[in-house]
C-alpha cells in the first residue's frame, strides 16, 4: 500500500530562518501529493497540494515541488515565522482515501 | 457552523465499556472519512463514506470497530468493548470532491481516552 516518511521533530528555527521538512512517499500511479498543518488547539487544514509531476504548490510562502523522479515532495519556507509553529503533515491520495506521515512539529523561537 | 464538527471532543471510559463518536460533516460534502491519530503514529485510515456507496471499511482494526452514516450525512463510529490500545484523537473529515481525492476539511477531534 501508499506510505509516506517524513523527518522527524520537532523542528526548532529562530524565526526568519529558512525550513526545509523532507517528505518521501511511495504510491502506485499518479498519486496527489499535499501538505497539512495542525495549528495548536486546531483541526488539520490543507497548506498546499500538487496533483501531477514537476507541479509546485505553494500557500502562505510555503512551497513543495512533486518530484515523481525521487518520490519526493519536500516543504520549504524561505523565512518562518512564530505563527508558523504547528505540526507539519504529508500526504499522498491515491484512489479515495489520503495516507499521511507520522508528522513534523515545528517550533519557531524569537 | 460551517465546518466539520465532531462530538464528544473529550471521551473517558473504562476498558470493556462501548463508546459512540459522532461527526456532523460540512453540508453538501458526500465523501466522509474516519482517521485515528495516535502519538508517534501519525494518521491511520479507518473508513470512508461516500454517498450511498459500499463503505471502504479497508482501515477498520478490528470486528470491535463499526461506522454508519444516516441519510447520507451524520456518521457515528462506534467502538465495543473498549481497550487502553484504542486510547487515540478520532478525526473525521468531510470532501465535496468525487474520483480523485482532492481537499479534505477535518473536525477537531474526539480524544478517548480508555483507562
Known amino acids: 500500500g501508499d506510505s509516506v516518511t517524513q523527518m522527524e521533530g520537532p523542528v526548532t528555527l529562530s524565526e526568519e530562518a529558512f525550513l526545509t521538512i523532507n517528505c518521501t512517499y511511495t504510491?502506485?500511479?499518479?498519486?496527489?501529493l499535499f501538505w497539512y498543518v495542525q495549528y495548536p488547539g486546531e483541526g488539520l487544514q490543507l497548506l498546499l497540494k500538487a496533483t501531477k509531476a514537476d507541479d509546485k504548490g505553494s500557500n502562505k510562502g510555503f512551497e513543495a515541488t512533486y518530484r515523481k523522479e525521487t518520490t519526493s515532495f519536500h516543504l520549504e519556507k524561505g523565512s518562518v515565522q512564530v505563527s508558523d509553529s504547528a505540526v507539519y503533515f504529508c500526504a499522498t491520495g491515491g484512489g479515495n482515501k489520503l495516507t499521511f506521515g507520522t508528522g513534523t512539529q515545528l517550533k519557531v523561537e524569537l | 457552523g460551517a465546518g466539520v464538527s465532531q462530538s464528544p471532543s473529550n471521551k473517558v471510559t473504562e476498558k470493556g465499556k462501548d463508546v459512540e463518536l459522532r461527526c456532523d460533516p460540512i453540508?453538501?460534502?458526500?465523501?466522509l472519512y474516519w482517521y485515528r491519530q495516535s502519538l508517534g503514529q501519525g494518521l491511520e485510515f479507518l473508513i470512508y463514506f461516500q454517498g450511498n456507496s459500499a463503505p471502504d471499511k479497508s482501515g477498520l482494526p478490528s470486528d470491535r470497530f463499526s461506522a454508519e452514516r444516516t441519510g447520507g450525512s451524520v456518521s457515528t463510529l462506534t467502538i465495543q468493548r473498549t481497550q487502553q490500545e484504542d486510547s487515540a484523537v478520532y478525526l473525521c473529515?468531510?470532501?465535496?470532491?468525487?474520483?480523485?481525492?482532492?481537499?479534505?476539511?477535518f473536525g477537531e477531534g474526539s480524544r478517548l481516552t480508555v483507562l
Open positions: 504510491a502506485t500511479g499518479y498519486p496527489s
Open positions: 453540508s453538501g460534502h458526500t465523501a
Open positions: 473529515a468531510s470532501s465535496s470532491e468525487r474520483g480523485k481525492i482532492g481537499e479534505l476539511f
